[in-house]
């Protein structure tokens, strides 16, 4: 044992025993965050924020790929300029945090911290946006924002959290329909390719929408609690803000119009829905794509040869640097097995093991993060092999993922079926819905489950009855406890 393996992390709570416990467990003890004096906020450690930023990175990739730009707006906004649009007011109102005075000085009218930022963002447009010529505007940024949520949960639901708004305006209500469906698709496509996380796609209910917004569309994923996640939304918000705002333009025909716009996000929470979706009761299982390390050598040292294989270590991790995001773990004072621990916690994807008995075989040892599977790779085509191995850890990851989401899927015929689902089993439950909102409340208030989506593409499927009224179903959508 070495001098240190002693204060190797505490055991990490299991998952069966008490999942919350055990999520706050990993995302303190792999350094991911921790909590800061204001209630409710967090301070992003590196390994952490590193995630956010490759979130970040592939994500602002697909966004200018579909001729995005990126701007800033402003932190606060006038009181008077959200309360222009009174649904979305409303809808903000518990959330908001307000600044009163500015150094000693009372404020002559308070500035609210954004919530959100259509009300700053519609009154720019409102300035910029006089000819049909001056759209379509595709903007985004990547901001904070500031909910004063009472239950908060880190990542998952924090009081300040870090995302990125898309905001666009638009000549016709078609065009907006479509950058609003396209950009949910971009977050569909992102969430299962890079993060490996499996999602439903749908449309919120009215109940359930953006405030302020015409129609608002979902990724809904499922955690390995049984619990679902909004991992992102895009919304058609209509004229409403144009109305609003008074965003109006000349339009070809010489009419002055009002314009359509939408709006759509993601946040810092789809890095919760890594560790709930993947991890483990060792720790973290983190999706290649975008793990901070990708790959750790950890050399297996010996007193005869202790120099010779740091010395080869050194040159691999020079080597597998230039494709990968890799470290070294040379650290003296540590065994190997407390090292394997840690990384395995860290849920780093490859562990390459390099000792006396790898040189001499003229290769490594790489470790399987989600499997623990040992594989001999030849130093010959090193890198093809280490990537070929990444790609098969990414799919695995994601296979895993849906064929929980597919086990944890079912269908509920009846209310006592539904209340028994959901007591025994959780997860995702199909069943009918009439379309009446107070249907809709009944089944919330009397069992905590809300309408996830109303998933697309259900022309050919069979409603079944209303879980609450018991009248031939609407729509047959995903009911789920929710996060």
Known sequence: MGANDKEFVKEITPRSVDFSQWYLDIVLKAEMMDYAPVKGCMAIRPYGYAIWENIQRLLDQRFKATGHKNAYFPLFIPESLLQKEAEHVEGFAPEVALVTHGGNEKLAERLVVRPTSEAIICSMYARWIQSWRDLPILYNQWCNVVRWEKNTRPFLRTTEFLWQEGHTVHATEEEAEEETLKMLEVYREFAETELALPVISGLKTEREKFAGALRTYTIEALMTDGRALQAGTSHNLGQHFARAFEIRFLD??????????????????????????????????????????????????????????????????????????????????????????????????????LGPR????????????????????????????????????????????????????????????????????????????????????????????????????????DKGICLSCGKQGEHLVYYARAY
């Open 358 to 461: 790898d040189l001499e075989a003229g290769g490594v040892t790489a470790v399987r993060r989600d499997t623990g599977e040992k594989i001999f790779l030849s130093q010959d085509n090193l890198e093809d092999s280490l990537e070929k191995l990444l790609d098969e850890i990414q799919q695995n990851l994601f296979q895993q993922a849906l064929d929980y989401r597919i086990a944890n899927t079912r269908r509920a015929s009846s209310y006592a079926e539904f209340v028994e689902i959901l007591e025994e089993h959780r997860g995702f439950i199909q069943a009918g819905w009439c379309g009446e909102r107070a249907c809709e409340e009944q089944v919330k208030d009397d069992t905590r489950a809300t309408i996830r989506c109303i998933p697309f593409h259900q022309e050919h499927e």
């Open 252 to 353: 070809k025909d010489d009419e002055l119009k009002y314009a359509w716009q939408t709006s759509w996000g993601a946040s810092t929470r789809l890095i919760g829905a890594i560790i709930m979706v993947h991890g483990d009761d060792r720790g973290l299982k983190l999706p290649p794509r975008v793990a901070p390390v990708q790959g750790v050598i950890v050399p297996i040292l010996t007193k005869k040869q202790k120099e010779q294989v740091l010395e080869a270590s050194r040159e691999l991790l020079a080597r597998l640097g230039e494709s990968f995001r890799m470290e070294l773990d040379d650290r003296e004072g540590y065994s190997p097995g407390w090292k394997f621990n840690e990384w395995e916690m860290k849920g780093v994807p490859v562990r390459l093991e």
